[in-house]
């Protein structure tokens, strides 16, 4: 079972990126997934969460507005669309599956982990 995110890189205040999580091994078709965050010498934080259908999601307030997460059941994969970034955006972002129905915002409610991807903003 694996979750592979790509996508990060090296952008400027104000751009764009989106990141991707394709998963194999499994169907992931049912999970909640959502993607996570963590900067140098913080503690990993939440970022976004999408139901298993697409139909709802959440965001953590830093991000709402700018930032959109969308998934693609017939694909295995989750992508999280960053627009407007801003240089407190800069962390590796790793994505995640939840078993459980139900939308949590918090990293020990997840099952599955990718390995990351790094952001970096610069101003």
């Known amino acids: 079972v694996q979750l592979q995110a790509s996508g990060g890189g090296l952008v400027q205040a104000g751009d764009s990126l989106r990141l991707s999580c394709a998963a194999s091994g499994r169907s992931f078709s049912g999970d909640v997934m959502g993607w996570f965050r963590q900067a140098p010498e913080k503690e990993r934080e939440f970022v976004a969460a999408?139901?298993?259908?697409?139909?709802?999601?959440h965001y953590a307030d830093s991000v709402k507005g700018r930032f959109t997460i969308s998934r693609d059941n017939a694909k295995n994969t989750v992508y999280l669309q960053m627009n407007s970034l801003k240089p407190e955006d800069t962390a590796v972002y790793y994505c995640?599956?939840?078993?459980?129905?139900?939308?949590?915002?918090?990293?020990?409610?997840?099952?599955?982990w990718g390995q990351g991807t790094q952001v970096t903003v610069s101003s």
């Open positions: 999408i139901s298993w259908s697409g139909g709802t999601t």
């Open positions: 995640a599956a939840d078993t459980s129905p139900r939308i949590r915002a918090y990293d020990s409610a997840y099952d599955y």
